[in-house]
């Protein structure tokens, strides 16, 4: 009997080989055999084709294509675009150092924010300013993107730049000589008013993000700080290394913080809290919401595993996946996801599933009720898919559609240029506050300038209309619509009348910017900060603070 098991035993085994050789041989079967298709497609293609084809332009466009069936996280960069991946990587690239932005009315590009300390800062190029002519070239009509690439070059080359400024009868010419451009990681952090909370906002995990914590962490000590907000919101992600880091300054040394998990052995990892920690003790907030993503659902989620931080704001995006950079012929390079993440408690956050996709193509996200639960080094619940949850909600109030249009038209930036030119000083951005007589001044610019917006209401009654008259119920239902239009009348003033709380804040940010650059735009907006003003409670509360670390039974 003994020997028959034994014999059933190999039979098995190698049947199971036979198997998995057969699936193997299969799968390169249909990688040969599609390659071998895509490349005879092209090949008839550019012999036949009634045009000449473009073999860099559509090759690359079927590249791009595959990859979208993979994820939207592994890209394609050939060696023309290789410097979008470094200064995602780094944070660093070559040239003046500004954010710019399309001004639609102009049809040109205008410097939206330059950064402070800066070639774009220094040279005393402003916000607003209108861009004409970069090394004589007229940029009219030329969107971001094509303007920025004109902008970089190699550090140390300079080149004229001529721009038109509110105010200025003639344009203005500066000569610029571009340079390595670092983006600050931790582009502020400072005590807060209370006198005791140190606050340090980190927006990307680049290279060497980590020390630059460290080093916002120890200052903030220095001048009094007996508790912290670490502020990860619409934080993208970047560096796996880093979020280690940063978990290790709040974490005892020794601790299994992450794991990577993928189908090659090299893309399964294990890593650990490797030096002593910076802070072990003081209470510790992150804030989060639905752009809080990668490396800062690392930072987030290990912190929360490992019962070290209370997690405030929404719940965040939900990647669990990491990605690696691979050398490609001709110098390109292909940023690839490898392998899933875990961190302490075991779980994986990834929200949606691209392996399998709905009748549309979208990947599908993990519904609530088929998530898992695990559970904190104390023995708290905690669930994978679908991102961190807080472990203190706040709601989000829903965004106008007035606030939205306001942001991504010209009206604040105009009426910036115009504050300015007026104001050649303003209070530092802790004191500075817009006045009603300001509002009424930017109400007025607004109704004048012909500014419009979509109003959903309005869509919404006319696609019902159209249903109507298409169901043949419109003509009995004529007058009701006609009363619900007459009520839904689009009625601007009012409206920023009624949004005033809203509009104010943003208004300030376009002016403070100004005057104070990135640093006092975010000074100013914690002035009035939902998220920040949950978690500093709750730092102020020693009850409260345990509450959120204690077992529900």
């Not at 079927?62 to 394609?76: F, K, N, Q, R, S």
């Not at 140190?198 to 630059?212: E, I, K, P």
């Not at 490898?338 to 961190?343: A, F, N």
């Amino acid at each position: 009997m003994k020997k028959n098991n034994v014999i059933i035993a190999i039979c098995v085994s190698l049947l199971c080989l036979c198997w998995a050789g057969f699936k193997r041989d299969n799968h390169n079967f249909q990688v040969s055999k599609n390659l071998d298709v895509f490349n005879s497609v092209y090949k008839e293609l550019d012999m036949f084709y009634v045009d000449t084809i473009d073999p860099q332009k559509v090759i690359r466009a079927g590249i791009d294509a595959m990859l979208e069936e993979i994820d939207p996280y592994t890209v394609y960069y050939p060696e023309d675009d290789l410097d979008d991946l470094k200064q995602m990587i780094t944070g660093k690239y070559a040239g003046i150092g500004s954010i710019i932005r399309y001004y639609k009315k102009r049809e040109r590009v205008v410097i939206f924010e330059p950064y402070e300390d800066t070639p774009a800062a220094e040279a005393g190029l402003k916000a607003g300013d209108v861009i004409l002519e970069i090394d004589g070239k007229d940029v009219k009509g030329l969107m971001t993107d094509k303007v920025s690439e004109m902008l970089r070059g190699e550090a140390g080359t300079t080149f004229i730049l001529k721009v038109e400024r509110p105010g200025e009868a003639a344009p203005l010419e500066f000569r610029i000589t571009r340079r390595n451009i670092q983006t600050p990681a931790v582009p502020y952090y400072g005590m807060l008013t209370d006198g005791k909370s140190g606050y340090v906002q980190l927006t990307s995990f680049t290279d060497n993000c980590a020390r630059d914590v460290r080093r916002a962490i120890i200052e903030l000590k220095e001048q009094g700080a007996s508790q912290f907000v670490l502020d990860l919101r619409s934080n993208g992600g970047g560096s796996l290394k880093e979020a280690v880091e940063i978990v290790n300054l709040f974490v005892p040394k020794g601790l299994e913080l992450i794991s990577t998990k993928g189908k090659m052995r090299q893309a399964c990892h294990v890593y650990k809290s490797t030096r002593e920690p910076l802070d072990l003790k003081s209470p510790l907030a992150v804030l989060v919401d639905g752009a809080s993503a990668s490396a800062a659902e690392i930072v987030a989620g290990s912190l929360q595993d490992l019962d070290r931080a209370v997690i405030v704001g929404t719940r965040t995006y939900g990647k669990g996946l990491v990605q690696i950079p691979r050398d490609l012929p001709y110098n390109g390079q292909l940023k690839v996801t490898t392998s899933k993440y875990y961190i302490p408690s075991g779980r994986c956050i990834q929200a949606l599933d691209y392996q399998h996709r709905d009748e549309k193509g979208q990947a599908i996200r993990t519904p609530d009720s088929l998530t898992n639960v695990f559970y904190t080094a104390a023995g708290r619940e905690v669930r994978d898919g679908g991102g961190i949850r807080p472990d203190v909600a706040v709601e989000v109030p829903k965004q106008s559609h007035l606030l939205y249009y306001l942001l991504n038209d010209d009206v604040l930036l105009e009426y910036g240029n115009e504050y300015a030119l007026s104001h050649p000083t303003i209070a530092g951005p802790q004191e500075f506050e817009l006045t009603d007589e300001d509002y009424e001044h930017f109400k007025k610019m607004v109704l004048e300038s012909g500014f419009k917006y979509d109003r959903q209401s309005e869509k919404a009654l006319k696609e019902l209309k159209e249903v109507a008259k298409f169901e043949g119920y419109l003509e009995n239902a004529q007058a009701e619509f006609d009363a619900l239009e007459k009520k839904l009348q689009h009625n601007l003033s009012a409206d920023l009348d009624r949004l005033k709380k809203e509009i104010k804040p943003l208004i300030a940010s376009e002016i403070v910017k100004r005057y104070y650059f990135q640093r006092g735009v975010i000074i100013q907006q914690l002035k009035d900060d939902p998220d920040l003003d949950k978690a500093l409670e709750v730092l102020g509360d020693s009850t409260s603070y345990a509450a959120v670390f204690a077992v529900k039974k």
